[in-house]
Every structure is written in C-alpha cells, then in structure tokens.
C-alpha cells in the first residue's frame, strides 16, 4: 500500500514539476504522450476493469448501469476541471482561471481520488489475483500528463507558490481515494457492493477521457501513421501486462 502511494504521488508531481520548470516545450509532442496515455486507459478498461467487474454475477446485472453513470459523471467533473485530465492546454492559452481555479481544482480532484479507489481493493473482485500492477501502470500514465497539463494551464494566471500547492494537493488525490476506500471497507462501512460500484463509475470515467482523447487527436479524421503506432505499441503494452507477464 506504502508503495502504491509513493508511486502515485511522486508520479503526478514530478510530472507537474517538469512542466513547472519547463520554460517552453512542443505541444506536438505532448499529444503525443496524450495518445499514448488514452490508448494504454482504454485497453486496460476494455481487457481489464470490465471483464472483472461483469465476472460477477451478484453485481453483473446492473454494473452497464453503473458504468453508465460514471461515463456521464465524468462528462460532468469535465465541465468542472475543463477537460484537464484528457491534456486541455491550448483552450487555456492566453485566458485568466482565477474566477474558476477552486472548480477546476474539485473537479480534477474528486475524478482522481475515485482513481484510486481501484487499487484498494481490486483483487478481491472475482478471485483475479494479478493485475493491480497494470491497473498502477494505467493511473500513472494517465495522472502524469494531467498534472503537467494542470502545472501548465494555472502558471497561466496563478503566482508558483500557488500552483506548488495545487499541484501537490493533486498529486495526494488518488493516493487519498487508495487509502480512504480501503479504510472504509476494512471497518466495514462499505462493503463489495460499493466497492463495485466505485469501479464501475471509475470505469465509465476512463472510457469517457480514453475515447475524448482518441477523437481530439484527429479532428479533422485524418489518418496519421505516427498517432496509429503508438495506440497500437500501448494497446500492446496493455495486453502484454494482463495476458503475458
């Protein structure tokens, strides 16, 4: 658990940290990073997340539901963080947040720390006693380019003490959703059934910032080799982590 939560906390904040100190970089280049990050989300969604929750068959029957749900709260917690989580840079170029950075800030918050709540108790789910690794692997990648995208976007109209502090109260969201669940369930105030539920609404919420990604990358629906590559190298990773190793 000690683990986890370093990985989780250190891998937005360094990220953050990188765009805090980075003067100047290629927007190319960060879309890029964004195309991997959605492909490798919604791999692990697909292969991963949905087949253990369907697995069971006391929560199956209403887990699209569920799912559902998440995919419309995400739509929601968007209007809030204004799409931050899924890389939005370039719509913040040259405006003011300072009337809507405690929004923001309460939208990227709550969709991170319901992030973490699949690594508390996620084997427990179908007897499937590997895959919390791929499930880390998936919240880094997605939490890193986020945490750069918000480290950018505040520096915009905020002093950088400010954005230091923001920026680490990010970092600790899904570390505090990993440990909180895991509290709650421990003592019994929650039980699987919400613990279902939780994973379901996480899972709508990947599928709605995996496939946002993969439709802001090519607006104009041009094909682009170099875009294909790489969704194809992280669906690759992503079906290596849970099949092979």
Known sequence: MLTNFLILFFSAFLAGLLAYFTPSWEEKNFKLVLVFAG??????????????????????YYMGLYVLLGFLLQQV?????SGIEHGHIHHHQGSSIKNSVW??????????????????????LS?????????????????????????????????????FFLLVVFALASPAGMLTSNLLYQNAIIDQGVIQV???????GFLHISTTIFFESSPHHKFQL??????????????LSEYVI
Not at 77 to 81: C, G, I, T
């Open 226 to 239: 170099n875009k294909l590559l790489i969704s194809v190298l992280a669906a690759g990773l992503a079906i």
């Open 198 to 204: 939780l994973f379901g609404l996480v899972a709508g």
């Open 103 to 124: 929004t923001l800030m309460i939208g990227l918050f709550l969709h991170a720390f319901l992030e973490g709540t699949l690594l508390s108790q996620q084997p427990n």
């Open 77 to 81: 917690l968007e209007f809030m963080s």
């Open 39 to 60: 492909s490798y989300l919604f791999s692990i969604t697909v292969l991963h997340i949905l087949p253990e929750l369907f697995a069971n068959p006391n929560h199956a």
């Open 127 to 163: 007897g499937h006693q590997h895959g919390s690794e791929t499930l880390l692997m998936g919240i880094v990648i997605h939490k890193a380019p986020a945490a750069f995208a918000l480290v950018t976007v505040l520096l915009l109209s905020l002093n950088k003490k400010m954005v």
